[in-house]
């Protein structure tokens, strides 16, 4: 069965921490958004999706719908922040 014009989006909400201090000192999340994305556009094929950086809201391109976005959300908790404690 078809659905003309029938388009999904896909939310990953993931929270990274690091188990050591980096190497390359990163500043800020924005700092390293940018990073990462840098390095993502870089080594993917131009037909490929491209990645772009939200940190606090202040992403202003045209393509936000049909890029990766690396952002800030607040909604996100650590397993001590849910009351879950840690995993082992």
């Given at each position: 069965m078809e659905f003309p014009g029938?388009?999904?989006?896909?939310e990953l909400e993931v929270l990274l921490t690091p188990i050591s201090q980096s190497?390359?000192?990163?500043?800020?999340l924005e700092h390293f958004a940018r990073f990462i994305t840098k390095k993502w556009n870089a080594e993917r094929p131009?037909?490929?999706a491209k990645m772009h950086t939200d940190v606090d809201g202040?992403?202003?391109?045209?393509?936000a719908d049909?890029?990766?976005t690396i952002?800030?959300?607040?909604?996100?908790?650590?397993?001590?922040d849910a009351g879950a404690g840690r995993c082992k």
């Open positions: 029938l388009r999904i989006g896909i190497q390359r000192g990163f500043e800020s131009p037909s490929a202040l992403y202003e391109g045209g393509n049909s890029e990766w952002t800030d959300d607040s909604t996100i908790l650590d397993l001590e």
